[in-house]
């Protein structure tokens, strides 16, 4: 089935310095491909999406690329603040899947000032 | 403001109690999805539904049960068969292109 794997973390870094999570995928078709950020003791929002291959996804500063090639959606950003801290998570859709969404087990980032 | 409604925000109950947790939404999205998160880990699917009077079991049904009789409500009870209920619980909508899943703010049940 759908699977979703991602650095498990936790990642820390200073701030200002380059952001990269990982994360591939594996589908049975062409699906859609998401990362959402929890802060702690809220409820999961989306950070970007991309839906096609090639597809950049950009929000506050955060970017991913859909690689089909390489099955991989890796998250980056030039320059992390104190406010980033989160925890990330991966996800897909597959229309030809099930439940349709699946989540990667989430990263979660801690940035010192 | 359109969005998804939990309520409570942390609930407290007694060991072989049932309780319900609330899930409202008016985006008029056709389905809703019930989450569970245990600290540090990532999200299991308990249950979901794609349309009214119609749901489906996810990866971990076991001691929880669910209704859709309205398009706007999904609620989920955990019941006393539930072996280790206290966790994070959360509920999604999206649309049927499923282009993209909306979270509620959550619950947080403490079973004492």
């Known amino acids: 089935g759908d699977s979703v794997t991602q650095m498990e973390g936790p990642v820390t870094l200073s701030e200002e310095a380059f952001l990269t999570i990982n994360c591939t995928y594996t589908?049975?078709?062409?699906?859609?491909l998401f990362w959402y950020v929890q802060y702690p003791g809220e409820g999961l929002q989306l950070l970007l999406k991309?839906?096609?291959?090639?597809d950049k996804g950009s929000n506050k500063g955060f970017e991913a690329t859909y690689r089909k090639e390489t099955t991989s959606f890796h998250l980056e950003k030039g320059s992390v603040q104190v406010s980033d801290s989160a925890v990330y998570f991966c996800?897909?859709?597959?229309?030809?899947?099930?439940?349709?969404?699946?989540f990667g087990p989430g990263t979660r980032l801690s940035v010192l000032p | 403001d359109g969005g998804i409604t939990q309520s409570p925000k942390y609930l407290f109950r007694k060991e072989g109690q049932n309780v319900t947790l609330s899930c409202e939404q008016n985006?008029?999205?056709?389905?809703m999805y019930w989450y569970r998160q245990d600290p540090g880990q990532g999200l299991r699917l308990i249950y979901y539904s794609q349309i009214v009077n119609d749901f489906q079991k996810g990866d971990i049904a076991e001691g929880y049960s669910v209704s859709r009789e309205k398009k706007e409500s999904f609620p989920l009870t955990v019941t006393s068969a539930q072996k280790n209920p206290t966790a994070f619980y959360l509920c999604a909508t999206s649309d049927l292109s499923y282009n993209e899943q909306f979270f509620g703010p959550g619950t947080r049940l403490t079973v004492l």
């Open positions: 991309a839906t096609k291959a090639d």
């Open positions: 996800a897909l859709s597959d229309q030809g899947y099930g439940q349709n969404f699946v």
């Open positions: 985006l008029n999205h056709d389905a």
């Open positions: 589908a049975t078709g062409y699906p859609s």
